[in-house]
């Protein structure tokens, strides 16, 4: 990467020849899963695009590549002392269900506010929880310690050769499916994936490029490339690549190989959730999205591109995918808040509805609040919740009510530009 403090040229920690050693040990183990066109991700972001689908592993996430290649090179004896590791989800399942295979003992130490899906996935392959910390970091301390006091092995997330020798299959698996592929679009973590990924496509195709996606609130690998300390600024969607420390052994392939990262906003994270399961009918967790994410901020980067899309896990919590469905629709004016005031009168309420009705509004919620301190005793505050086609179909519903003598707001914090 251009103007970077670690640009000089560094040992990789794994060689091409590793990675396709690792290959031949996941077949029959791991699914070769499929790297397909999707033709309305290309008209969305004007890039000819392919998405390789890791979701589709056993674990539903690219991490059991990795965590199997580690687990099953372990000696007899670091087996029977059993194993620990740390993670968001993903890493945490990919080693419970291979320690499980393998017949190893695994405890997981997880952040307090992983979502309860990847917990119960975690707890159902037979491993130990154990809730500790707030992030990945304090969770590391929490699992390091354990493993001191318990002898097992730690299997660190992203951090080892045989982590990101594993990884780095999806790359060789990618550039054999789609040889005319221009450039890789890779979500960041702590760098096991792209790194792996950079190693191994680059073998195939040496310009191939290799581009990062990292969600904002934790741009970890931008503040380190650029040699500064990050910030964080709050709880992400993409919870899966929520890293505060790059892995030493992935920077500097990362410095050397990527050519850029694209840091992408919390608004495009969820498009790119919402994109992937209404244009492609598939679940992206927000760490699996982030590369879509970074098509949609940089179009013009990709334009015309052959691009691959790496969606690296899809182990959504369901209420989480369902608020940000709710709230796509809501950015694309297609669900509105209206709120009014009138005198408390029999029949009002249903002149109101009525008229929402005749113009083809769904009304989805009405809040009818006579205790609004802010009004006089004699009216009502009434606020209703639309589901509309396009902003021109929220006009025709606005005239419709103002039609009926009545007078009415949009909320414009929720959906629509009216």
């Known amino acids: 990467m251009a103007d970077n403090p670690l640009q000089a040229p560094a040992p990789l920690p794994v060689t091409a020849a590793e990675i396709a050693d690792a290959a031949e040990r996941l077949v029959g183990i791991t699914?070769?899963?499929?790297?397909?066109?999707?033709?309305?991700?290309?008209?969305?972001?004007?890039a000819n695009v392919w998405v390789k689908y890791e979701n589709m592993q056993a674990i539903g996430a690219f991490k059991e590549r990795g965590a199997y290649i580690k687990l099953s090179g372990l000696s007899e004896a670091d087996r029977r002392a059993g194993v620990a590791a740390m993670s968001a989800g993903n890493h945490a399942q990919a080693v419970a269900y291979h320690a499980a295979r393998l017949g190893i003992a695994a405890t997981i130490v997880m952040p307090e506010r992983t979502p309860s899906v990847k917990i119960a996935a975690t707890e159902a392959h037979g491993a130990t929880v154990v809730l500790a910390g707030e992030t990945l970091a304090e969770s590391a301390v929490h699992c390091a310690a354990l493993a001191e006091r318990e002898g097992r092995i730690v299997i660190h997330p992203?951090?080892?050769?045989?982590?990101i020798r594993g990884q780095g299959t999806v790359g060789l698996e990618m550039m054999r499916a789609v040889p005319e592929l221009d450039t890789i679009v890779v979500p960041i973590g702590g760098g096991g994936l792209i790194a792996g990924i950079a190693i191994a496509a680059k073998s195939l195709k040496a310009d191939v490029e290799i581009v990062g996606a990292e969600a904002a609130l934790y741009a970890s690998?931008?503040?380190?490339?650029?040699?500064r300390s990050p910030v964080f600024s709050g709880p992400t969607i993409a919870e899966g690549i929520a890293v505060k420390t790059v892995?030493?052994?992935?920077?500097?392939?990362?410095?050397?190989?990527?050519?850029?990262?694209?840091?992408?906003?919390?608004?495009?994270?969820?498009?790119?959730?919402?994109?992937?399961?209404?244009?492609?009918?598939t679940v992206a967790e927000g760490a699996g999205a982030a590369g879509l994410a970074a098509l949609l901020a940089e179009p013009e980067g990709f334009r015309g591109k052959n691009v691959g899309l790496v969606l690296c896990g899809g182990n959504i919590d369901p209420r989480l995918l369902a608020s940000i469905m709710v709230r796509e629709l809501a950015r694309e004016g297609r669900i509105i808040a209206l709120e009014c005031a009138y005198p408390d009168e029999p029949g009002l309420l249903a002149r109101l509805t009525s008229a929402v009705g005749s113009a083809g509004g769904n009304i989805l919620e009405v809040i009818h609040n006579r205790l609004d301190l802010g009004r006089l005793a004699r009216e009502t505050s009434i606020r209703l919740i639309v589901e509309t086609r396009d902003d021109g179909h929220t006009r025709r519903v606005i005239a419709a009510i103002e039609a009926a003598d009545l007078s009415v707001r949009l909320d414009e914090h929720i959906g629509g530009q009216y």
């Open 247 to 281: 892995g030493t052994l992935t920077l500097p392939v990362i410095a050397a190989l990527v050519s850029r990262v694209v840091v992408v906003e919390e608004p495009l994270l969820e498009r790119a959730v919402n994109a992937y399961l209404t244009l492609q009918k």
């Open 221 to 227: 690998a931008t503040a380190a490339l650029a040699g």
């Open 31 to 46: 699914a070769h899963t499929p790297c397909l066109p999707a033709p309305r991700l290309s008209a969305l972001t004007g």
């Open 158 to 163: 992203y951090d080892d050769r045989d982590i």
